[in-house]
């Protein structure tokens, strides 16, 4: 009779969502049925999108937007789970970080829509009140205090991961890497005893390269950065990361933020954050609240500095 192989098989799945592709990495049994965990893992991060969504007309978030000002709102458990962390994110960050800048992440392109002169001027002007106050949440449902639109983008993706992470577990499986477009999450360790390796990369917007790597058992990291995504206005690459004060994209920021935390929506909101504040005034912040973040900052003739806060990156 032939022998089993007792090698743990790998596992590296994927798939679409969010205009990008999630994946897992994981060992299991070899005779290990993904089929189930593949349309498991595709349904949680499909359930986020239809949430959270500041593209799909049709999601729970767009109809809030929609809704009138002072009319309460079924809304699900998951969206608001995410808007309370976002709001106390944003309280925490002095405003640093708001779930309420969709008018202006629309008004800069940023959204389905091109940007316009009209919209930009309208987002450049509007009295903002921050989502803490604007927003209110009760069991199964909220209501908008004031005018308020409300975007994701800085934290939808990073509770997608959490999602996938959670789905995983549900599964049996206690130690893997999963990720949304490089917001990962992991958990255990690899089959051979050893953390999950996780590149922060550097921030060149014409290549992908590493800056370091980070070693990662239980834990989750988020990188915000004006590398990857961005529009051209007047001839000018501007940033998608919107500063809440301004009611337009950041002008002068580090170049990118990584941050650690133990759920990947808490590390993707922080990230945004930090990112705002930067490295100064975000690096002290950070140290305050116990943070591990790294900040890349981009001189003139392109060298890169590191300023870490926290443990972590203090070596970096």
Known sequence: ??????EPARHALNGA??????????????RFDVAPLQAALQDAVDEVDQQMSGWKPGS????????????????????????????AIGRDS????????????????????QATGERI??????????????????????????????????????????????????????????????????????PDGQPWSIAVEQPDPERRATHSVLALEDGAVATSGDYRHWVDVGGRRLSHTMDPRRGAPLTASPASVTVVAGT??????WATALMVLGAAEGGALAARLGLDALFLSRAADGAITATPAGRLFSGA
């Open 1 to 6: 009779m032939p022998k089993m192989s007792t």
């Open 17 to 30: 969502t969010m205009g990008t592709r999630w994946s897992a990495l994981f060992f299991t049994d070899a």
């Open 60 to 87: 729970d978030l767009m109809r809030i937007n929609r809704a009138p000002v002072g009319e309460w709102m079924d809304a699900p458990r998951r969206l608001l789970d995410v808007l309370r962390l976002g709001l």
């Open 94 to 113: 002095g405003g640093a970080f708001d779930v309420g800048m969709g008018d202006a992440v629309t008004a800069w392109g940023f959204g389905p829509g």
């Open 121 to 190: 001027r309208i987002a450049l002007s509007a009295k903002r009140r921050p989502g803490w106050e604007t927003l209110e949440i009760g069991e199964g449902r909220l209501r908008k205090t004031g005018a308020i639109t409300l975007d994701l983008n800085g934290i939808a993706k990073g509770y997608g991961v959490d999602r996938l992470a959670e789905t995983l577990q549900e599964f049996g499986i206690h130690a893997f890497l999963a990720g949304i477009d490089g917001e990962m999450r992991a958990a255990g360790l690899r």
């Open 264 to 269: 990947c929506a808490e590390a993707d909101g």
